[in-house]
């Protein structure tokens, strides 16, 4: 039996349905009305929350670092680490050994493995790089270690460290120690002390870019050599950026040949006083400075900057390094690297090494061999007849 609606009723009901239509759309398009229309909504928090935690996993400290490419530098970097891993600089021990100077823990190629993050402002306004100044658990993460593995290489040090008593006698056993990382895990630390060096090279010149490759090596060597020392050579920092108000500070004596003793070890120290001139020379003219060539300004200009360096105490102590790095300065130098390196050693006198009690305590303290018991400090007084007949009494 069918109900039959009369046509009025019929328009009433057609009327409500019409109006009930939107209400209808609100309630499905809500979230409790039907879960598949929630899981979109719902998935993009947990894409948020993965990024977050992808980026949080990265410390900042080390981000320059991963996303270092070789293309941007026009040197080798595995030519550079090369240089770095010579038994002429660091070494290379795959255990954890003491710094000679600070008894601080070393591995690989002088790595350090227990320095701080540490907050080093950019004091020049016209560099737009920052430097780079991360932990040494950070470089490890870096270099993709364990940090795991980290911790019992520091352990395992302070173990030793509290066998041997002192880091004299600890270095001593450097070749019987087990090695605590490999070979590759040596390069990948080095390679990420490399590129930190390379980075902050790039904080302290502001024209790295336009850098010959070998002057590119040879101020990276320098940042990973001296690392943060590396800011008091002030009239070395001034002239590599081209800063006119400082660079006549480097208008030293005609020669590149310095005077005056050096201490053999210890940190590197800012440029000796021989580097300052009593009086600033007088500016050249325009007019002089443009009819001079081009590679004539060039390479006087880089000679003051081989020159900063050379009067400093820092190339007579660690003489065979610096003439290494000093000769890549040289604008020429790929034309003729032998060539450059002796003109820089012809000049580079070393430091002298004073023997007795007049010796520097840093050099005595430093030295593997007691050479004070083989030749006393004083001479022996010489004998008389009075000494000799009470002695025979």
Known sequence: ?????????????????????????????????????????????????????????????????I??????????????????????????????????????????????????????????????????EPSSAQLWQAAGLDPARLTLVLDEFNQHLATYRTSKRYRRRIPALPPEITDDDASALLRISAIQAIENARAYCRNFDQLTGPQQMALSQLVYQMGVNLQEFGTFLSLINNDPALATAAAVAPSLAVAGPAPAIGPPQPPVATETPTSPPAPTPA??????????????????????????????????????????????????????????????????????????????????HSRDSHHPAHPAAPKTAASSARRKA
């Open 287 to 368: 007019s002089s400075i443009a009819s001079i060539p081009a590679s004539s300004i060039d390479a006087e200009h880089w000679h003051d900057v081989q020159q900063s360096l050379i009067a400093s105490q820092w190339a007579r102590a660690y003489r065979v390094r610096a003439t290494a790095v000093i000769a890549m300065l040289d604008p020429e130098y790929a034309a003729d690297p032998a060539g450059s390196e002796a003109r820089i050693a012809a000049v580079l006198r070393p430091a002298v090494h004073r023997r007795g009690r007049h010796a520097p305590p840093a050099l005595r303290a430093a030295s593997y």
């Open 67 to 132: 996303a270092f490419r070789d293309s941007e530098i026009k040197f080798s970097l595995p030519q550079l680490m090369g240089l770095l891993r010579d038994r002429r600089h660091e070494g290379w021990v795959l255990a954890a050994y003491p710094d000679p100077k600070t008894s601080r823990p070393l591995i690989g190629a002088g790595f350090s493995l227990d320095l701080p993050e540490r907050q080093h402002p950019q004091p020049d306004p016209l560099n737009p790089h920052a430097f780079v």
């Open 1 to 65: 039996m069918r109900m039959r609606i009369a046509p009025r009723g019929r328009k009433i009901l057609l009327f409500a349905m019409a109006a009930a239509l939107p209400a209808m759309a609100q309630i499905a398009a809500s979230p409790n009305s039907d879960p598949a229309a929630v899981q979109p909504s719902s998935s993009a928090p947990t894409v948020s929350a993965a990024t977050n935690t992808e980026s949080a996993a990265t410390p900042a400290a080390i981000a320059p670092l």
